[in-house]
């Protein structure tokens, strides 16, 4: 059955809820309709700043048969087992990246939604970019020739509150919050590394604080990747081959453009530009509005297969990491 619009509740109201939730407003094919916090206060006050109907806790919504799907903006340990439960209400859900945090609870979400013939991605909104879509079409076609390497770091200091990134019991992780864009942009031009070398500063409670990481291909391509939450690690990506290289300046992971150098001349490089939608979120909220419509229980642009090769590379990264190194 085709649905024209479809109801969304967004569950968790930090800053990330706040600028998804706003970007909502942006997409015709959603509407959101009601708030999910642990405070029902905090829910109400959510509610009435994105214009939705209502604000409850959790068991409110799985028992709200007027909500179709679920966006889920709460701390990694938290996203395989909230998911888990709207999809067993019937629920589709689009979840924060990281899906999971391991390989393991993502298999759970998979098993979930395929039990429940709902829709479940994961909200790696970079891949929905049209900038970075355009990025990897160009690619694939051949503009800078074979891909020989690439460099992506996403390392910024972000500030010390009591936000779950720096909680051990929340899985505060900068590999699973920043890694998973350099990661997967790797993955997506050079594929699956034969090798991967790691290390990083980990507390002695686990939580990594950067890391850096080289993914090796046959052929003697490479992929160079860091992510820190301490200091900058030029948060930028440059893709080279065998007949030029490209450019994507900060942030790479929400980019609005990048430079082409190759071809004839070396030194007049090409500028693309296409500026993002609101906070860049409505390309990614509209295909996952449009896969629920069409019946789709995942998302071509990022299915279970690329779900799966990021995380078995995240994983094979954070068991090269000690703790107690930082
Ligand atoms: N796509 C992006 O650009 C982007 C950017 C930043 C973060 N993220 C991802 O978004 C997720 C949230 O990150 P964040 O920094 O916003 O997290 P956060 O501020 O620590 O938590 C977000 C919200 O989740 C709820 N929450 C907190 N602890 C919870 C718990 N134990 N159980 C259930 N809900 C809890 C809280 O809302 P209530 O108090 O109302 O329950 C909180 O405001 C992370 O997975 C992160 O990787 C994505």
């Known amino acids: 059955m085709r649905v024209n619009v479809i109801n969304w509740a967004i569950v968790g109201t930090g800053d990330i809820s706040r600028q998804v939730a706003s970007d909502f407003a942006l997409v015709a094919g959603a509407k959101v309709v ?193 992510a820190s939450m301490t200091e900058f690690v030029d948060p930028t990506a440059s893709i080279s081959g065998t007949r030029g290289w490209i450019q994507v300046p900060f942030p790479f992971w929400a980019t609005s453009g990048y430079t082409v150098w190759g071809g004839p001349d070396l030194f007049s490089p090409r500028t693309l530009s296409i500026p993002m939608d609101g906070n860049g979120y409505p390309p990614m909220l509209t295909a996952a509005c449009d896969a629920i419509g069409r019946g789709l229980q995942e998302h071509p642009v990022h299915p279970w297969s690329d779900i799966h090769r990021v995380f078995d590379v995240l994983d094979r990264i954070r068991n090269q990491l000690i703790p107690g190194s930082a």
């Not at 642990?38 to 109907?53: K, P, T, V």
Request: charged content about 25%; some cysteine.
């Open 34 to 226: 009601a708030v999910v916090s642990r405070s029902r206060q905090r829910a109400q006050d959510f509610a009435e700043y994105c214009g939705a109907d209502r604000g409850y806790e959790m068991d409110a919504l799985l028992n709200d048969e007027a909500v179709d799907a679920v966006y889920l903006g709460t701390p990694h340990a938290t996203h395989c087992a909230l998911a888990v439960r709207c999809l067993e209400a019937d629920k589709h859900v689009l979840v924060e990246k990281p899906l999971g945090v391991d390989k393991a609870e993502v298999r759970k979400v998979e098993v979930a939604a395929a039990a429940a013939g709902r829709f479940a991605m994961e909200a790696m909104w970079m891949k929905f970019n049209p900038a970075y879509r355009q990025l990897i079409t160009e690619i694939r076609a051949g503009v800078i020739g074979e891909v020989a390497s690439v460099r992506a770091s996403f390392g910024i200091p972000f500030p010390k509150d009591s936000g779950s990134r720096w909680s051990a019991e929340l899985r505060g992780s900068t590999l699973l919050d920043q890694g998973i864009y350099p990661v997967t942009l790797a993955l997506d031009v050079l594929g699956q590394p034969e090798t991967i070398h790691a290390a990083g500063r980990v507390r002695v409670d686990g939580v990594d604080l950067g890391e850096h990481m080289t993914l090796e291909y046959a052929g003697g391509r490479f992929a160079q990747l860091a």
